[in-house]
């Protein structure tokens, strides 16, 4: 490239492929999984139904569901030396780091990995939407110096992984909520991690190598890391009455609030619509309503302060907490959920492929005469 062309910094905007998988309207705040609104999805599916439809791009019949929910259940264990390798991390080790770490090493017990087969990455997808959960929990238990518990394969795909972590089933209503949050988080277009993940099966890398690409890309605070961030400024904050003062003091220091801003949505994120209910709700239920009235406050501080909407990790990060989920697995929990996202994206660019490269503007300088070392 010799002239100068315009350059478009975050590639925001470019369209780069068709995509069956979900539909986003920044504008009203809409969002679409293959035809289905995000809110009768929360209202009315469970995450093996969304997980079902996003690699079929149609809803599942009843035997269908029951077959899907087997296939995950089966896949559920992960192989002894996975756990070896979590037990052998430093305690300090993030869970993302454990997880990206444990997602690519599993490609070492699967048969099906170089076979580049339809079948085979579709066998694969669903062992990986089934073993994040299990890798993620096994690790938050290592780290503690507890057993890890082998996965139950009487309960749901989010029943299961709150068993796995905390090592009691959780009531209904808690494992339905929970539920619903990892519908939410399953799929949102060609965002970051999604596009690293595409990136790579676009040179056709192998499934593991494409999904590792991803956990990587999620870890990031501006994308899937600010649910961590969120928490973490609700922590610093405090105080209900601590809220504007905070805010106006980390305005004037410049610095970026988490759980707010949006790519694509220029309105409220629809997904925080929803989790915006659960935070309210397991605020309520729990006794811990403080960190749901400090969000309010926040929320409707930083649209009058600085135009901003909450985004999919802002009421998430209460909602868990209050679950009593610990901060830096909120991460970690997206990507359990999201790996259903980035394996339907990964098959789609499998099926429709085109190597992705991009190119740059050189700004360096040119033709510089050859300096010998010792003359430099
Ligand atoms: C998500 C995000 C990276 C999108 O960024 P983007 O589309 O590149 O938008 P920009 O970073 O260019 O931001 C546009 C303007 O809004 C401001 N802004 C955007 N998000 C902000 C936030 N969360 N806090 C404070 N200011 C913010 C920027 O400072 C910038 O202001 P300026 O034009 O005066 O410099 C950004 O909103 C952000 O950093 N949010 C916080 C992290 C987060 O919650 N990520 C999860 C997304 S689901």
New binding site residues.
Partial sequence: MTESQAINQ?L?GVVIANSELSFIDGQIGKLVYSGYNIFDLAEHSTFEEVVFLLFNKRLPRQAELDTLKAQLVGNRAVPAPIVDMLRSLPSTTHPMAALRTGASMLAGWDPDVEAMTPEANLRIAYRLVAQFATVVAAYHRVRQGLPVLPPRDDLSHAANFLYMINGVEPDEATARTFDVCLVLHADHGFNASTFSARVTAATLSDFYSAATSAIGTLKG???GG?NEGVMEALEEIGSLENVEPWLDQALADKR????????VYKALDPRAVVLKKFSQRMGEITGKRKWFDMSLKLQDLMFQK?G?YA???FYSASTYYTMGIPMDLFTPIFAVSRIAGWSAHILEQYASNRLIRPREQYVGPMDLPWVDIGAR
């Fill in positions: 975050g925001d605070p501006l994308h600010a970026r609030i988490m759980g707010f801003g949006h790519r600085k901003l985004n999919v990790d």
